[in-house]
């Protein structure tokens, strides 16, 4: 069973371990790119209105243990208890594995992906447009899914729950501009296209910028 399960900015800090193993495995950076990531995801954690959810699988047996027995009862050897692990307890169910993150934040000036995106849609369709997107955003930053759990309809849920309940009048993400999975669920969510083709300062690859008003349907 997936949980989602909130996360403010100290407790992301504490994860970044975690978070940063599920976005290398769906991702596949570079090796040089990860310290460089990890301190960007560090940044956002102290940006304005900074959200996450976690996906949690739980409800998995846990690895029976052997354990030795207390010293009041010498020389009887090892047991086996089914269905421990370490900290749990007999009988108990073991720990929830995160399978999943997203987060995001208030965009505000003075933030880069924000200031870059502005300046972008503002010399391509004017300040009203741009203002009208970004003025009063929601910034998805990152939405990753472990590969061994996606098609599951993850990443889908974690976008809702995160969504819901936030005060901005738009939702803004980029997304690699060729047709991934992630780029058809978007479009499905009702995100459309507010620039194309787009390349950051300093990259080569090409992205798509999407928005879509809040709240979601």
């Known amino acids: 069973m997936i949980e ?21 495995a769906a991702m596949r950076p570079p ?12 940044n956002h954690g102290m940006y304005p209105r900074f959200q996450c959810y ?21 020389g009887t050897g090892p047991y086996t208890v089914p269905g421990t692990a370490p900290g749990t307890g007999p009988g108990r169910r073991g720990a929830a594995k995160v399978v999943g993150f997203a987060y995001g934040f208030h965009g505000a000036p003075g933030q880069w992906w924000h200031d870059v995106v502005y300046r972008a849609l503002e010399d391509r369709s004017g300040p009203r447009v741009a203002d009208a997107w970004l003025g009063d955003a929601f910034e998805l930053a990152e939405i990753h899914v472990h590969p ?11 976008i809702t ?13 980029s997304t690699h501009d060729r ?22 300062p300093g990259g080569h690859e090409e992205y798509a910028i999407a928005g879509r008003p809040l709240p979601l349907s």
């Open 148 to 158: 061994d759990h996606q098609g599951k309809g993850i990443g889908r849920a974690m």
């Open 161 to 173: 729950t995160l969504c819901a309940g936030r005060a901005e009048r738009s939702a803004v993400l």
């Open 4 to 24: 989602f399960r909130g996360a403010g900015p100290a407790e992301f800090d504490e994860r970044l371990d975690t978070v940063i193993d599920i976005y290398t």
């Open 31 to 42: 090796a040089d790119q990860i310290t460089g990531r990890r301190s960007i995801m560090r």
């Open 54 to 74: 976690f996906a949690e699988l739980r409800g998995e047996p846990a690895v029976p243990v052997t354990v030795p027995w207390p010293d009041t009862a010498p």
């Open 179 to 200: 047709p991934t999975a992630a780029r058809h669920l978007y479009r499905s969510m009702g995100f459309t296209d507010l620039l194309s083709r787009f390349v950051f």
